[in-house]
């Protein structure tokens, strides 16, 4: 692949994708250890370095878990860090993700959805992503090539942020976007600048620096750990505006914008609705399509951020409907249902009781079929009917 | 309506993914929209890899694995005994297949028109390796007329560099020059 630093449309992969972002964004610092299905952005990043494209310091590390430490300390020490990871490998780094979060260190991270450990699985799926829910890092997942991109340079905006500092993980799907080869507008790295400069304007985040002691997550008694523990949650409350903000910046600038937290595509007068995220986004707008023309009203929410949540946005677009699908790629052990579905009835108090339906679909490497999303709508139009319905379906 | 939709049949290392992937240069060299992605489990050479490419005068959102092929690019022969391998080809597609032997029949009931070529024989004259991948595209090229043979070409040069480049370009040209076409 011929590398050039000037803005370009170019047929590129998810991972290459993910890999232009992150060398547009001058990273001082990558750690990566390679895993399939990201491995292609861990083999472009070390030949962007190797070739002079990519001036940073790459660190070449022995395992998932040194990666995010790595990491973790170059932002600590004030510079800019990428990582990017998938199953397996995001498991194996399931502690140091904690510190990362805990210390407020702004790490952007690329995760790769794939099964996790368990069932030997080198397969699509979201269940990595949903198991670091809690590690207190923001989360959002993307649905094609060109918003991978984009929203890993959003990324850098978003986790270095003075009013933010906390890491950011954008998630795509294995094989059905890391490997799908599209075209991309690829901006140039003098517009990136551009879009990153604010951030020098910002007061300067706290610092390791030698000779000159910070604590860090090491005062962690009573008080100080619930202190602690507040003001990372109200950090990752303001992510909310936040994001919208940068994306509005973004638009701007590069032309190109994605709903900020959620994108409601075809929802104003929509009687029904689905709920997904991921690749099975795009496939979902066609087959939303094409019930309309069929004269159902039907309309779709996309999930954008996932940590944190989107309460209040998706209060309001879900509010007034006659019935609600929740489409995920992932299962949440203990409550028999899919993790997003759980999420969502959460929001009963704000939404009103209404039929709410959980679907699971795409586990392991199977394909979100239009078909399969048809039955879906069929069987929302169906419970919003009033007929008796299944609380969760498994596909196929 | 202009949107096509190809599936390729290879084993790992014939360069299936590959070919899928410059075959979305290609078209998009010709200002078409594309999308092309691979579905395998391991990565392992000589395990039976599916891809495909779409391509379209207006954005492709969907995401999923082409199910009602125009054209199936068989790499491999030996894949023809797959129960599966024709599956959803429509009634107007077309079969490209790489065979060491012309085809005096359909091998399928579901194959009415193939583009066959003993691309393995002209990969190991071009390239030296058996590496048909390229010379399949040039055959798909002319028989379908989707992609004149320049910009399969230049698709070409968006993936491969140097001596290499040269072999495949050369490898395709004779794919498209030689290429014989059969209908049922």
Redesign the interface.
């Given at each position: 692949?011929?590398v050039s630093l000037d803005r370009q449309r170019?047929?590129i992969?998810g991972n290459a994708a993910a890999a232009y972002a992150a060398m547009l964004c001058r990273p001082d610092v990558v750690a990566a250890y390679p895993i399939?299905p990201q491995s292609e952005v861990v083999e472009q990043l070390a030949k962007f370095h190797a070739d002079g494209w990519l001036d940073c310091e790459y660190v070449t590390v022995e395992g998932e878990n040194s990666a995010q430490n790595v990491v973790c300390a170059a932002t600590m020490a004030g510079g800019r860090a990428f990582t990017a990871t998938s199953s397996y490998g995001l498991v194996y780094m399931y502690d140091a993700m904690f510190n990362t979060a805990g210390y407020r260190a702004p790490v952007v991270m690329v995760n790769v959805n794939r099964e996790p450990p368990g069932i030997h699985a080198?397969?699509a799926g979201q269940q990595d992503m949903i198991s670091v829910r809690d590690t207190g890092w923001v989360q959002l997942v993307v649905e094609?090539c060109q918003e991978i991109l984009d929203t890993v340079i959003m990324a850098f905006r978003l986790a270095e942020d003075f009013e933010i500092q906390l890491p950011v993980m954008v998630n795509y799907?294995g094989?059905?976007?890391s490997?799908?080869?599209?075209?991309v507008d690829i901006p140039g790295i003098a517009e990136v600048d551009r879009y990153l400069e604010v951030l020098k304007s910002q007061p300067r985040r706290p610092r390791l620096l030698p000779g000159q002691a910070v604590g860090c997550g090491s005062h962690g008694i009573g008080t100080g750990y619930v202190e602690l523990r507040k003001k990372h949650m109200a950090a990752m409350e303001r992510v909310k505006s936040k994001l919208e903000e940068i994306e509005e910046e973004f638009a701007a600038m590069f032309g190109r914008k994605y709903g900020g937290q959620i994108e409601e595509y075809r929802t104003d007068d929509a009687e029904i609705l689905l709920v997904t995220s991921g690749?099975?986004v795009?496939?979902a707008?066609?087959v939303i399509d094409a019930k309309r023309a069929e004269g159902i009203n039907v309309g779709l929410v996309k999930l954008r951020l996932f940590r944190p949540f989107p309460r209040e946005r998706l209060s309001e677009v879900l509010r007034g409907r006659k019935a609600i699908g929740v489409l995920d790629r992932s299962i949440c052990f203990g409550w028999d249902c899919g993790p997003l579905y759980m999420e969502i009835r959460a929001l009963t108090p704000e939404v009103g009781i209404v039929p709410m339906l959980s679907f699971i679909d795409g586990l392991a490497?199977m394909?979100?079929?239009?078909e399969h999303i048809g039955q879906m709508i069929d069987a929302i139009v169906s419970a919003a009917q009033k007929k008796s319905y299944r609380q969760v379906t498994w596909l196929p | 309506m202009l949107a096509k939709e190809i599936r390729f049949h290879g084993r790992g290392g014939q360069g299936a993914?590959l070919a899928a992937?410059m075959l979305?240069?290609a078209c998009?060299v010709e200002g078409k929209?594309?999308?092309?992605?691979?579905?395998f489990?391991?990565?392992r050479r000589g395990m039976p890899v599916v891809a495909f490419t779409r391509f379209d005068d207006q954005p492709?959102?969907?995401?999923?694995?082409v199910?009602a092929p125009d054209a199936l690019v068989v790499i491999d022969p030996t894949l023809l005994g797959i129960r599966a391998l024709f599956d959803g080809l429509k009634p107007e597609g077309i079969l490209v297949l790489n065979s060491p032997r012309p085809l005096v029949e359909a091998p399928h009931p579901s194959v009415h028109k193939a583009a066959v070529i003993n691309a393995t024989a002209v990969a190991l004259c071009e390239i030296g390796r058996d590496v048909p991948n390229t010379c399949l595209l040039g055959a798909l090229a002319r028989a379908t007329g989707w992609v004149s043979l320049d910009s399969v070409l230049a698709g070409l040069a968006?993936?491969l560099?140097g001596d290499m480049l040269k072999k495949n370009i050369r490898n395709a040209e004779r794919g498209y020059h030689e290429v014989e076409v059969l209908t049922w």
């Open positions: 692949m011929a170019k047929v992969t399939t080198v397969c094609n799907d094989y059905y976007l490997f799908l080869a599209e075209s690749s099975a795009g496939t707008r066609t490497n394909d979100i079929t239009k | 993914v992937r979305a240069s998009a929209y594309v999308a092309s992605f691979p579905m489990g391991f990565e492709i959102r969907e995401k999923t694995q199910y968006e993936h560099e």
